[in-house]
């Protein structure tokens, strides 16, 4: 059984004065996904946010590979893929440009047959050459799992991925990152539904203040 690659040591949050959650302790081995549970408001997207590197540590401390994201910012980023509520594409380009833009910046190079194939398998076929801005709602999302899919990030964090989609697009996601797991990728999420992730079960982990 591989090692844990990344760890919450006595991790804590608060907001406006008041602690959201505190002394949050729990590592998570490759092939491996942390559902983030918690009443409304208990801090999970901060927690997600402080994983990103979008919000500081407030207290305790996140080891990637044991050593804490905050010492290797750069090296971390390139292993992270972030997919929030927002679907975090360029409205003014096209859905192409927008794959090729997300792996570039991470040194990959997407060739046009990857691309078709992966906009097919999404259920967005020919729409490469449109901007993003004339999508639907479900499109864009749908797009942004393509993105996702061709990430080679190890780490996924996702914040309420399930929100607003249809049975056919959850089996997608789903899918999606039992595949991800299978490679020996990690996948934290927060979700107000109950999912399944293959035959992986779910690792918990309920926020409390």
């Given at each position: 059984?591989?090692?844990p690659?990344?760890?919450f040591n006595?991790?804590?949050c ?5 602690q959201l ?6 590592t998570v081995?490759?092939g ?5 549970m918690g009443?409304n ?7 997600l946010r402080?994983?990103c590197g979008l ?10 590979e ?6 290797q910012r ?11 509520h927002l679907?975090g ?6 859905v ?11 040194g ?5 047959k990857?691309?078709s194939?992966?906009l ?5 076929a020919g729409?490469g050459?449109?901007?993003v801005r ?16 061709l990430s ?9 991925p399930?929100v607003?989609m249809?049975?056919t697009?959850i089996r ?14 990690i ?5 107000h ?10 690792q ?6």
């Amino acid at each position: 059984m591989p090692g844990p690659i990344l760890a919450f040591n006595d991790l804590g949050c608060s907001k406006g004065g008041r602690q959201l959650f505190q002394g949050v302790n729990c590592t998570v081995q490759c092939g491996r996904w942390l559902h983030v549970m918690g009443a409304n408001g208990i801090g999970k997207t901060s927690l997600l946010r402080m994983l990103c590197g979008l919000s500081p540590i407030e207290s305790g401390d996140i080891l990637w590979e044991g050593r804490s994201i905050r010492a290797q910012r750069d090296a971390f980023q390139q292993d992270l893929c972030y997919l929030g509520h927002l679907n975090g594409l360029q409205e003014s380009m096209t859905v192409r440009e927008n794959l090729a833009f997300a792996t570039a910046l991470r040194g990959h190079a997407c060739d046009a047959k990857t691309v078709s194939v992966t906009l097919a398998r999404f259920g967005v076929a020919g729409r490469g050459e449109q901007l993003v801005r004339h999508l639907s709602q479900g499109q864009k999302r749908r797009v942004a799992l393509a993105r996702l899919s061709l990430s080679p990030a190890r780490l996924w964090v996702l914040d309420e991925p399930f929100v607003a989609m249809d049975d056919t697009g959850i089996r997608m996601l789903s899918d999606l990152i039992a595949q991800h797991l299978a490679s020996g990728g990690i996948t934290v999420l927060t979700s107000h539904q109950s999912v399944g992730i293959g035959t992986v079960p779910a690792q918990p982990l309920e926020l409390r203040a």
